[in-house]
């Protein structure tokens, strides 16, 4: 005998197969938007995380460069005061200098054979201006000028005869480069 099986169990079966298939799609749709909301809420997190702690670090910063700034004005009145210090201190250390240099230009000047009018220092230079008995004398005063231990060299700029109340006068210009630092 021949069985027939009126039952749709084709179509139940697919039916079945059907849901199944939307279940696990939508389950596995509404599991990827859980997971997504779930990534999104950590990097939301994350992020605020990150901002709270770049504003900290930010504040941080501009405090540190305050103070670096407070820190560079006080090294840059350091070097003005060192500078001062220093300006001084060459001051200090060549405070007699002129004296004792012209002390010893006014030891070797010939007495009765030459007068100085006029005396000038700019920098590492000297000039001297004056007038002699004769061209000796100036030469006898630069001889003793060359062996004085504030010049270096020197040399006559100008000579020229002039008459003084009668008298014939040798008017003449030095100069001299000095040795500085004795």
């Known amino acids: 005998m021949i069985r027939i099986n009126l039952l749709p169990y084709r179509e139940i079966a697919k039916k079945e197969t059907q849901s199944r ?3 696990i799609l939508t389950g596995s749709f509404v599991l990827y938007l859980l997971i ?3 990534v999104q809420v950590f990097m939301w997190r994350d992020v605020s995380t990150i901002e709270q702690s770049l504003k900290v670090k930010q504040e941080r910063l501009d405090v540190l460069n305050k103070i670096i700034g407070e820190v560079d004005q006080y090294k840059m009145e350091k070097r003005i005061l060192e500078k001062k210090l220093a300006v001084i201190g060459d001051l200090e250390k ?3 200098y002129p004296m004792r240099m012209l002390a010893d230009i006014a030891s070797q000047v010939p007495i009765k054979d030459l007068w100085l009018d006029k005396l000038s220092e700019n920098g590492v230079s000297l000039m001297l201006e004056g007038k002699a008995r004769d061209n000796f004398a ?3 005063f ?3 000028l060359e062996g004085s231990m504030y010049i270096r060299s020197v040399e006559l700029v100008s000579s020229k005869q002039i008459e003084v109340s009668g008298i014939k006068l040798q ?3 030095l100069s001299c480069v000095l040795r500085k630092g004795v």
């Open 142 to 144: 630069m001889k003793s």
């Open 21 to 23: 298939q939307i279940f």
């Open 138 to 140: 100036i030469v006898r």
């Open 36 to 38: 997504l909301g779930a």
């Open 94 to 96: 060549n405070r007699s």
């Open 171 to 173: 008017q003449f210009s």
